[in-house]
Nanobody
Framework: VQLQASGGGLVQTGGSLRLSCAASGLSGYYAVGWFRQAPGKEREGVSCLGSDDSTVYYAESVKGRFTISRDNAKNTVYLQMNSLKPEDTAVYYC???????????????????????WGQGTLVTVSS
């Protein structure tokens, strides 16, 4: 299984970016999460999309600004990030959990340990 994250870059405050997470070697129904790690801080969960493509969770800090979605034909999950702020600056990672996991609470899928597979990070820098 490979997850390839891309789409990071430098953007001004208020700008937008769309991150992509392309999955290969992973079939069937799986959940995907986006995490980020800012310099000197722990990695935190940003958003999760359940294997049903309808269960979605967001961290409070990004709610209303970020949108997670999936293109099943391309086996790719996106994170559309709007109204970006300097505090969104971080390395963003995507992760996946296979075998049609059931999401029973909003906390568990926002934790790193829940996921089976990880992609490399993509850097997002928001200038003030």
């Amino acid at each position: 299984v490979q997850l390839q994250a891309s789409g990071g870059g430098l953007v001004q405050t208020g700008g937008s970016l769309r991150l992509s997470c392309a999955a290969s070697g992973l079939s069937g129904y799986y959940a995907v999460g986006w995490f980020r790690q800012a310099p000197g801080k722990e990695r935190e969960g940003v958003s999760c999309l359940g294997s049903d493509d309808s269960t979605v969770y967001y961290a409070e800090s990004v709610k209303g600004r970020f949108t997670i979605s999936r293109d099943n034909a391309k086996n790719t999950v996106y994170l559309q990030m709007n109204s970006l702020k300097p505090e969104d600056t971080a390395v963003y990672y995507c992760a996946a959990k296979g075998s049609r996991p059931v999401l029973t609470d909003r906390t568990t899928p926002m934790k790193e340990r829940w996921y089976d597979y990880w992609g490399q990070g993509t850097l997002v820098t928001v200038s003030s």
